[in-house]
């Protein structure tokens, strides 16, 4: 039977997706993003073990509840690196009807198998990847995240070539990502992609700060504010959120 190494679950989540959804924070991540808010979901073999079984029970219980657009989010952490479990629990989700969507950051995407025809098999079940692309810069997105992000592009490439729809969110962190240039370069890139419905900026903030000082881990953003409304809006326009948001509206009317 499979099993999941589980951080949490959010029976309400709304901001992990389209509209209402049952959220399950799955535990390990490779990466180790400075303003991370859950260091606790970096190692794998922590959390609870859960088999697919007992989180498809829990998840469907809230169904009433998702109306047309809500569903499952696997979020983490890191989703990706729980592959056997992800295309089992999709898998049963969408044979249920249920829409599913994985908030990743890519760091376990290559093209290489064995993990191409895997993520290939988890993308049959998968209605929406968002994607979140931490820096454009190379050398900067090393310096946030301890990780590159060649693999990372590549894995928004992938998902353009191979037609998945994609949602792009991006963090907003004054002095490593906020910064005209290199939100320019992101929009440069993003434009050259031709799946992605939806551009979301996350202002940086400091909520997971306890937890690094809980878990004795310097905390090295401990001095970085919130970026201002106005730095909030110039990285939207730079990176046209709203023309997707006419575009979504236009094609909720036409639909309706
Ligand atoms: S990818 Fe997500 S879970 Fe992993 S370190 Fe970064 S913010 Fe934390």
Known sequence: ??????????????????????VVFLQGCKMRCLYCHNPDTWKIDAGQEK?????????????????????????????????????????????????????????????????????????KYTDLVMLDLKHIDNEKHKELTHFENTNILDCA??????????????????????????????????????????????????FGAFKWDEMGIPYKLKDTQTPSEEREENAKKILGVQSFLEYEKSMAAARS
């Not at 029976?11 to 389209?18: E, H, I, K, L, Q």
């Not at 952490?77 to 089992?88: C, H, T």
Request: aromatic residues 12%; glycine residues 8%.
């Open 51 to 123: 088999t697919v079984e007992q989180i498809i029970k829990q998840a469907l219980r809230y169904r009433p509840y998702w109306g047309k657009d809500g569903g499952v989010t696997c979020s983490g952490g890191e989703p990706l690196l729980q592959m056997e479990f992800m295309i089992e629990f999709f898998k049963a989700l969408k044979q249920e009807g249920v829409h599913t969507t994985i908030d990743t950051g890519g760091a376990p995407f290559t093209r290489e198998e064995p993990f191409i025809s895997q993520f290939n098999e988890l993308m």
């Open 157 to 206: 490439r992938y998902l353009s070539e191979t037609g998945k729809d994609m949602w792009v969110r991006h963090v907003l962190v004054p002095e490593y990502t906020d910064n005209d240039q290199w939100l320019h370069q992101l929009h440069d890139f993003i434009a050259t992609l031709s799946n992605v419905k939806r551009i979301e900026v996350l202002p940086y903030h400091a």
């Open 1 to 22: 039977m499979t099993t999941a190494r589980v951080h949490s679950f959010e029976s309400f989540g709304s901001v992990d997706g389209p509209g209402i959804r049952f």
